[in-house]
């Protein structure tokens, strides 16, 4: 069964880094697309990164150069790196798998973990 | 890509059908659109790609239709699980995006 598993996130002041993790149980991350997407209270749902199996990275123009994705194989693990974080930032972050190729969308979502950006 | 979704919110009984519009401010043609359900404290799930392709294991009572800029998520039968928001998503023009959501009152 496939499951994906987000923590991380917290309460942190503007300006400050956390790194997310989603924990994959089900599949091997290596082996597909592995994105990461947010729900904030004035944008909604937006895709902020993805990262391909064979490992090359995008991101949103929002928090380029900013956030940072990657993946650790031997975990199975998915981690967002977010630096210098803003009030715009703030909301839940989920790690989905992308389908689909370079026009993906998810077919399989964790619950998301919540990012306060507030001091 | 700007979404549009209709309703905002959708009050149905048990047993009704419910439509929900999702629009797009240019052309997706009909192979670029996706719908979630998202229920309330869990995570969102895939139901619908290419616009009218279910995914693994969503029943038939969910059908999605549509071409260009005008799509519909069409639920049969309602039943008080659906209760949910529903979003589409556009994945032809970067950057992919989503509707707002409607949400689905049983």
């Known amino acids: 069964e496939v499951h994906l598993a987000e923590t991380g996130g917290g309460l942190i002041q503007p300006g400050g880094s956390l790194r997310l993790s989603c924990e994959v149980s089900g599949f091997n991350i290596s082996d597909y697309y592995m994105s990461w997407v947010r729900q904030t209270a004035v944008k909604g749902l937006e895709w902020v990164s993805i990262i391909y199996s064979g490992g090359d990275t995008f991101y949103a123009d929002s928090v380029r150069g900013r956030f940072t994705i990657s993946r650790d194989k031997s975990k199975n693990t998915l981690y967002l790196q977010m630096n210098w974080l803003r009030a715009e930032d703030m909301g839940v972050y989920y790690c989905?798998?992308?389908?689909?190729?370079?026009?993906?969308?998810?077919?399989?979502w964790g619950q998301g973990t919540l990012v306060t950006v507030s001091s | 890509v700007v979404l549009t979704q209709s309703p905002g919110t959708l009050s149905l009984s048990p047993g009704e059908r419910a439509t929900l519009s999702c629009r797009t401010s240019?052309?997706?043609?009909?192979?670029?659109l996706a719908w979630y359900q998202h229920r309330p404290g869990q995570a969102p799930r895939l139901l619908i790609y290419g616009s009218s392709r279910r995914a693994t294991d969503i029943p038939d009572r969910f059908s999605g239709s549509g071409s260009g800029t005008d799509f519909t998520l069409t639920i049969n039968r309602v039943d008080r699980e659906d209760l949910a928001v529903y979003y589409c998503?556009?994945?032809?023009?970067?950057?992919?995006?989503f509707g707002q959501g409607t949400k689905l009152e049983i």
């Open positions: 240019q052309s997706i043609s009909s192979s670029y």
């Open positions: 998503h556009q994945y032809l023009v970067s950057p992919y995006s």
């Open positions: 989905a798998r992308a389908r689909g190729g370079s026009r993906f969308y998810f077919d399989s």
